[in-house]
């Protein structure tokens, strides 16, 4: 496995940030078939990912960027969001890797990185249509806390699953 490092998002790299988003955007659309969303502007790019400058204003916000031997090779982003309604510590906000380091065991390492240190009730939620991503956050909650509890949401807050888990 190559050698993974967690590096905070320092806000001159946003340009960064931004042309990620669009690989991860790209690869998210396929679960968007049959809706609005996802569609490419004339530029051939996608919609920017909205509210990316508050991860630099707001307290509970965090942006990180994945590293893979020394090479980039995805980002997190980290809230205090609930999306079932409860209270929460921490939120996997947005979570990707590259896919050349999919299936490497750099993305469960970056996961455990940004968890492990930070105490307190913890929330990730995955769209329903993205099923390979519940099975990796399963494992990583697992990881990380003895007991996880899964929702499973189908409404305004969100639709699909929920796992809620604290870190001591």
């Known amino acids: 496995m190559p050698k993974v490092e967690l590096e905070p998002c320092a806000r001159e ?3 960064t ?6 690989l991860y955007i790209h690869d998210f659309s396929e679960h968007w078939a049959g809706q609005d969303r996802g569609e490419l502007l004339e530029s051939g790019r996608f919609e920017p990912y909205p509210g990316l ?7 509970d916000r965090s ?4 590293r893979a031997d020394s090479h980039l090779a995805g980002f997190a982003l980290l809230s205090g969001h609930s999306h079932s309604g409860a209270s929460a510590d921490h939120d996997i906000a947005e979570f990707f890797v590259v896919r050349k380091h999919r299936r490497s065991g750099v993305g469960f390492e970056a996961a455990r990185q940004l968890i492990a240190p930070r105490a307190g009730q913890w929330e990730i939620a995955v769209v329903r249509a993205n099923a390979g991503a519940l099975a990796f956050w399963r494992r990583v909650a697992s990881a990380s806390s003895p007991e996880v509890d899964e929702l499973d949401l189908n409404d305004t807050r969100w639709n699909g699953a929920i796992l809620r888990f604290r870190v001591a």
């Open 17 to 22: 940030l931004e042309a990620m988003f669009q």
């Open 63 to 66: 942006a990180w960027l994945i």
């Open 13 to 15: 790299r946003l340009p």
């Open 53 to 59: 400058d508050r991860y630099w204003r707001e307290p």
